[in-house]
């Protein structure tokens, strides 16, 4: 008798900017939606009427990923990325909180990702601030007091933080200082959860492609790893890293290699 195959669970991506979620979760994005699961993608920042809105829709048409959900706020450092609309940073963190606990009830994911306390590598502000609304939201979305008019109650079975452990940062560290980037690692041991994402890497980079505007930037992380051999590039972006967080009651694994994110 031939063993049951677990389905993979539906997942749901929070991230910062377009471009983040193909950077740091395209691997396991496009995984999950090659083998049936639900995937979505929720953005905080850019306005959906612009230029990166759009290519945020073509990446994720290449991950499998469904359509753009855009907060809507403003880029910290580019205000002309939601015109007249207020920074993410600067709109009250009950009101982010609770748009996307909405999110989270409409699509009712088993597992949310989003990044970690440091903000990824780099430690942009953005980021921070969405590490923060999500962990707040991922337990409010469970509580049916909490924003009961963004839905009934939710609640995924895990958090997966995205980071990059010391041993994991590679190439890549000597990269971003170079363009004078401070680059922020976790302990080895934080990481939880490590993704071979090598059988998806041409959707991923595919994705990363997608973000023209980036990949054009001398500075940006699609902008660096265009400008390198596709070796040392495949070498980057070959593991996805994460820290997960289990949302019910009982406790969480120790650190595994995994062949995918589970619920």
Not at 8 to 18: D, I, M, N, T, W
Not at 80 to 91: C, H, I, K, N, T
Request: hydrophobic share 40%; glycine share 10%; net charge positive.
């Amino acid at each position: 008798m031939s063993a049951a195959v677990t389905p993979f669970p539906s997942l749901l991506g929070v991230f910062a900017h377009p471009d983040d979620e193909s950077l740091v979760a395209g691997g396991v994005l496009a995984q999950h939606a090659a083998a049936g699961a639900r995937t979505g993608v929720v953005t905080a920042t850019w306005a959906p009427d612009s230029h990166r809105a759009a290519e945020l829709g073509e990446a994720l048409r290449v991950l499998g990923a469904g359509r753009p959900r855009m907060l809507g706020y403003a880029d910290a450092r580019i205000p002309e990325s939601a015109p007249g609309g207020p920074r993410f940073l600067d709109v009250p963190l009950d009101e982010a909180v609770g748009r996307l606990v909405g999110h989270l009830r409409d699509f009712r994911p088993d597992i949310v990702v989003t990044h970690d306390a440091y903000g990824q590598l780099t430690g942009h502000p953005d980021h921070v601030h969405t590490h923060r609304a999500t962990l707040l939201a991922v337990h409010a979305a469970g509580l049916e007091h909490h924003y009961p008019e963004a839905g009934g109650p939710w609640q995924p079975r895990a958090l997966y933080l995205a980071t990059h452990p010391r041993s994991g940062v590679g190439e890549l560290g000597p990269l971003l200082a170079g363009v004078g980037k401070r680059v922020r690692s976790v302990p080895d041991d934080h990481v939880t959860a490590v993704v071979d994402v090598r059988p998806w890497l041409e959707r991923k980079w595919a994705a990363v492609l997608a973000h023209r505007s980036e990949v054009e930037r001398a500075r940006s992380l699609p902008g660096i790893l265009s400008r390198l051999p596709a070796a040392t590039r495949q070498r980057i972006m070959a593991a996805e890293y994460f820290t997960r967080l289990d949302t019910r009651p009982g406790g969480g694994p120790g650190r595994r290699r995994l062949a995918r994110l589970e619920a």
